[in-house]
């Protein structure tokens, strides 16, 4: 999560199982959410406190006039000075402001809001107009706030598009702006744990990793509940707005530069089948999530090197074939006729190894995978003999980055050529994400033939 406006605010702050005792501190919040609190002193017995593990109960604080609560929390450092001032430092892996939980109290909304890096551009949605007339030399500016856009997601959640702005106003005005902002919002029935809404925003943000082609950061974050109230207009009670802070990935640093004609696909491009879209790609998720995770992960650069880069995306792409398909190399009754056969015939003290050989022996191999995956889209992957040129170079490659046999040094690409072979695969991950989505073949080949940033990948 990438955070706005970093927080440094004074304050006083005490266990939430001990509200009699205290403190002055001070909080930082930096851009990538990190945590950090800095107090006079210890909470509780010093000598009794230096004994015990570094973990600590929840830490409400009063910071602006307002309540803030510190949720996972440990010491990161502790001071103990029996004559003049000493400082501990504490670290949370959630800052809840705007409200003060009890120690056991379950965390639960039933409305959170977020905002991604990217959404605006991603929708291109707006409702600033302006008009320029020649003849007087006049300009107008006009706003009309859009209109929400509701969709249904599996588990009776309801993801909501909404639009807020912002404009100079008062006194003498030498610049007029308007700033519109877009953020989702997911409406439950229920209260539900907030651990349920970050696992679904996350999956979302994906989605938009994946939809954008960068990645991309939650940038807003608040939650909402029922049990928590305030007044409004005249008469009327509201629900109190909780600003959530907490370091979530994707991150990456710096933040992306975000260009619409970038992107692989745009809101736009897949309005009337969205909710279909979101809801096969939480369920693809769910089944394939070690090749998400893969994919990502090299997206966001967590490999530092290149070898190590490829060969995430070489173990996901496999893996999301595994996941989304049955084959094997023989009838599973007989591929477990042949085991037998072969294990009767093993000395005794060798059977354990050779169970071992075999136990994956019905698995398809590389080849085979990689070959049904670009078969839907070999147009896009050159020649016949320009396909097994690239499927041989990854085995070659895998093998070797996997084992490091000198035999195969010679046929595995290095330097530029092994960054080729990374941007062919993250397009053919991209191509079955798309397919898995449910979009079809010939509208996934023209998004790819019409999409810069796939066609500059494929070239290389």
């Not at 975000?258 to 736009?268: A, K, P, Q, S, V």
Request: glycine share 6%; charged share 25%; aromatic share 12%.
């Amino acid at each position: 999560m990438r955070n706005q406006e970093p927080i440094e605010e004074p304050g006083y702050f005490w266990l939430s199982t001990q509200p009699e005792t205290k403190l002055p501190g001070t909080l930082y919040i930096s851009e990538s959410c990190e945590i950090t609190l800095e107090i006079l002193g210890m909470f509780g017995d010093p000598i009794a406190a230096l004994k015990k593990p570094g973990t600590l109960s929840r830490i409400v604080g009063l910071i602006r006039s307002e309540y803030i609560t510190l949720d996972l929390c440990a010491y990161k450092r502790k001071n103990v000075r029996f004559s003049g001032i000493s400082k501990s430092i504490i670290t949370a892996k959630f800052a809840f402001l705007g409200v003060a939980y009890d120690d056991k109290e379950v965390i639960r909304f039933s409305k959170f809001v977020f905002s991604v890096e990217g959404l605006d551009e991603w929708l291109l949605i707006t409702g600033i107009k302006t008009e320029l007339n020649a003849d007087d030399l006049s300009v107008s500016i006009q706003y009309d706030r859009p209109k929400d856009i509701s969709l249904q997601l599996p588990g009776d959640i309801n993801l909501t598009f909404l639009f807020s702005y912002s404009m100079t106003g008062g006194g003498t005005e030498l610049e007029a702006k308007i700033n519109q902002k877009a953020f989702i919002a997911l409406h439950s029935k229920t209260e539900k744990p907030i651990e349920d809404f970050l696992s679904l925003v996350y999956k979302i943000n994906l989605f938009l990793c994946f939809a954008i082609d960068k990645t991309v950061s939650l940038d807003f974050t608040e939650g909402f509940s029922q049990n928590l109230m305030k007044e409004g207009e005249p008469g009327k009670t509201v629900q109190q707005p909780v600003r959530i802070y907490h370091k979530i990935i994707p991150h990456i640093e710096p933040t992306p530069k975000i260009y619409w004609h970038d992107m692989l696909f745009r809101y736009d491009q897949v309005a009337e089948d969205l909710e279909g879209l979101l809801a096969k790609w939480l369920a693809n998720y769910q089944l394939s999530e070690p090749a998400f995770n893969l994919y990502f992960a090299y997206k966001s650069g967590a490999q530092r090197y290149i070898d190590g880069r490829f060969l995430s995306l070489v173990q996901g792409i496999e893996t999301l074939h595994r996941r989304n398909s049955t084959k094997t190399l023989m009838p599973s009754d007989e591929f477990k006729r042949l085991v037998q056969t072969l294990l009767g015939g093993c000395p005794s003290e060798k059977k354990q190894w050779l169970n071992a050989r075999i136990a994956y022996g019905n698995e398809l191999p590389l080849r085979q995978r990689l070959t049904e995956m670009i078969e839907p889209f070999q147009a896009l992957y050159g020649t016949k003999e320009e396909r097994i040129t690239f499927i041989e170079m990854v085995i070659d490659t895998r093998n070797y980055l996997t084992h490091y046999d000198e035999k195969l040094s010679d046929k595995a690409a290095t330097g530029i050529p092994l960054w080729r072979l990374c941007m062919k695969i993250e397009v053919l991950f991209q191509l079955h994400f798309l397919r898995l989505m449910g979009l079809s073949e010939p509208l996934i080949k023209t998004l790819a033939m019409e999409n810069e940033s796939i066609k500059w990948k494929l070239k290389q």
